[in-house]
């Protein structure tokens, strides 16, 4: 699921590097590692990570604010690790005046989406991943507005003893589909 908060053209950093750019929101550390089906680390991925505010709030959805705020691409290191600092994922409302409202309200649904981290991760010779990793005990983990939630895709943030936040998740690639001639 791509949604529509994804932009081209998001800043690069370098692995570690903080991504929040201003996002209000608590301190949060995500790391892990990408491999491949086979259990092969994938050096040099490049992964395109976004997320909304304190304030379930992309940058985007902020009149006027005129740059990338938690989101960024980011590339595994040689053993396939990637990482960044960036802020608590929160659970959001999706946009729900008009058509979207109405249908949430025909159907009793709520408009709310679980806590997530969305990802773009593409390498050579890999089948490009678009997904979320989302919020264990997150209120609305069992209700996403927009259906997104696999038990794969669930992960534990663990806060620390300075009060800042940690997950950790790996990602594994599928092989890209080979084209028959
Ligand atoms: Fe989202």
């Not at 089948?127 to 609305?140: A, C, G, M, N």
């Amino acid at each position: 699921m791509f949604g529509p908060f994804h932009v081209d053209g998001a800043p690069h950093y370098r692995l570690g590097a903080a991504i929040a750019n201003g996002a209000r929101g608590e301190p949060c550390l995500v790391r892990g590692t990408v491999r491949g089906s086979n259990g092969e680390t994938v050096a040099g991925a490049r992964l395109g990570v976004w997320q909304s505010d304190a304030d379930g709030l992309y940058d985007v959805q902020h009149a006027g604010l005129g740059h990338a705020q938690a989101r960024g691409v980011l590339e595994s290191d040689a053993e396939g690790r990637y990482a960044f600092r960036s802020i608590l994922a929160v659970p959001y409302a999706i946009p729900h005046d008009g058509p979207v409202g109405e249908l949430l309200q025909a159907s009793g649904r709520h408009p709310w989406r679980p806590a997530h981290l969305h990802f773009m991760i593409s390498a050579p010779g890999y089948e490009t991943l678009i997904t979320h990793v989302f919020r264990r005990d997150d209120p609305y983990l069992d209700s996403d507005a927009v259906f997104g939630v696999r038990q794969s895709l669930v992960a534990d943030w663990r806060q620390q003893a300075d009060g800042s936040w940690f997950v950790e998740y790996d990602f594994v690639l599928n092989p890209a589909a080979v084209r028959e001639p």
